[in-house]
């Protein structure tokens, strides 16, 4: 089984920051990995597809980048709708998430 | 607008059964993948079954493989997933995801539903 392994688990930022959020997988995956965003009591959301692909109707603020085992979602200038958890999730072989980064004020 | 209605969460016992429903809408429902990810109270996300868009091909995680079925009926626009043996770490909330597929062949979701509870206990 391929694992996903997020760092940090969470992580304090304030508005306007720059953040990065990392997931590693335990074999290659090439770039079979999305990003999702999470808000509590809410489905998740798609956000970027293909490490780097970014989802219709997402700011730009986002971004991804990645390829084999290593991936980043930086988030350019945090704003307040981005404090919520993010899951990273591969989808080369069968489908395996990271355990979540939640990002909170600080 | 994509839509997906789940429904059939329930508190049961350990060893019994329940049957999900995800009533879909908005898009070509007998064009699209489907899967279930489930969710324990205040923990990560885990898949646990896919089914092609036709249906021939039905995909589980080991955690559920024998004792769940996923299903579809693409005359109703409706998923299913028949939870036999329930186990207490089977308490989740269940999300139906409308699911896209590249050429890894495998599955990621795009659109999710706002999910059902599922509490095994006695």
């Known amino acids: 089984d391929i694992q996903m392994t997020q760092s940090p688990s969470s992580l304090s930022a304030s508005v306007g920051d720059r953040v990065t959020i990392t997931c590693r997988a335990s074999?290659?995956?090439?770039?079979?990995l999305v990003w999702y965003q999470q808000k509590p009591g809410k489905a998740p959301k798609l956000l970027i597809s293909k490490a780097s692909r970014l989802e219709s109707g997402v700011p730009s603020r986002f971004s991804g980048s990645g390829f084999g085992t290593e991936f980043t979602l930086t988030i350019s200038s945090l704003q307040p709708d981005d404090f919520a958890t993010y899951y990273c999730?591969?989808?080369?072989?069968?489908?395996?998430f990271g355990q979540g980064t939640k990002l909170d004020i600080k | 607008e994509v839509q997906l209605l789940e429904s059939g969460g329930a508190l049961v016992q350990p060893g019994g059964s329940l049957r999900l429903s995800c009533a879909a809408s908005g898009f070509i429902f007998s064009n699209s993948a489907m899967s279930w990810v489930r969710q324990a109270p205040g923990k990560g996300l885990e898949w646990v079954s896919t089914i092609t868009y036709s249906g021939s091909g039905t995909y589980y995680a080991d955690s559920v493989k024998g004792r769940f079925t996923i299903s579809r009926d693409n005359s109703k626009n409706t998923l299913y997933l028949q939870m036999n043996s329930l186990r207490a770490e089977d308490t989740a909330g269940y999300y139906c995801?409308?699911?896209?597929?590249?050429?890894?062949?495998?599955?990621?979701?795009?659109?999710w539903g706002q999910g059902t509870l599922v509490t095994v206990s006695s």
């Open positions: 999730q591969q989808y080369s072989r069968y489908s395996t």
């Open positions: 074999q290659s995956i090439n770039a079979w």
């Open positions: 995801a409308q699911s896209r597929v590249e050429s890894s062949g495998w599955y990621y979701f795009d659109s």
